[in-house]
């Protein structure tokens, strides 16, 4: 199997204060690799490093190339999307026209069919097309993540990477969410997760990571994390 993100050495914070202290992961193609831990170690810093939001120091490779001196739209150019935690939506504009202001990137690259990904987004959320002529800022709050990462499909990425996609929702639409991320990573998507409910994200996960204080304390299959007596008392607990 490809892989499709090598991190190598990473070292990433804001101002003088470090955050992570030498990240090392791999992602393989079409798969969904989480990332968990504690609150403050590290999740998010990560994601927004590789994204291009934060200075950092160490080797990023996507696809073989070495992106680390990259821009971030040159990274969206590249095919790499985040979907944020906090969700970053415009909740003055309606459903369908923030689903469209995701399709930057293919619309950039001359793909005269951009477009027909916006049916692809309804059929894998039919919510969103009821409502795509509603105001963002009315959707609630498993709706609101429903569209955010349609917004992240519009732009057709190679990498999606998705920052906590379960918080602050109710379980059932949880659920929902994440058996979402399993179809996509079916259909040909790679996917980086970071996620609180780790026995979740695991459940659906080819592999993962364990972040402590900055540093990869577990790396293996999610099965085999799963299955760790240390990861199972620290994070996991005991199964519902």
Known sequence: MATVLKVAGLHAGYGRSEVLH?????????????????????????????????????????????????????????????????????????????????????????????????????ALFPRLCERQSQLAGTLSGGERQMLAIGRAMMGQPKLLMLDEPSLGLAPRIVGEILHTVDRLRLSGVTMLLVEQNARAALAISQHGYVLEMGEVAFSGTAASLADDPRVVESYLGAAP
């Open 22 to 122: 030498g990240i090392d992961i791999d992602v393989n193609s079409a798969s969904v690799c989480s990332v968990i831990g504690p609150n403050g170690a590290g999740k998010s810093t990560l994601l927004a490093a590789l994204m291009g939001l934060l200075p950092a120091r160490g080797d990023i490779f996507f696809e073989g190339e070495n992106i680390s001196g990259l821009a971030l739209e040159q990274r969206v150019l590249r095919g790499i999307s985040l979907v944020p935690e906090k969700r970053e939506l415009f909740g003055s504009m309606t459903v369908a026209d923030n689903l469209l202001l995701g399709g930057w990137r293919p619309r950039r690259q001359g793909n005269a069919r951009w477009r027909d990904t916006l049916e692809e987004v309804y």
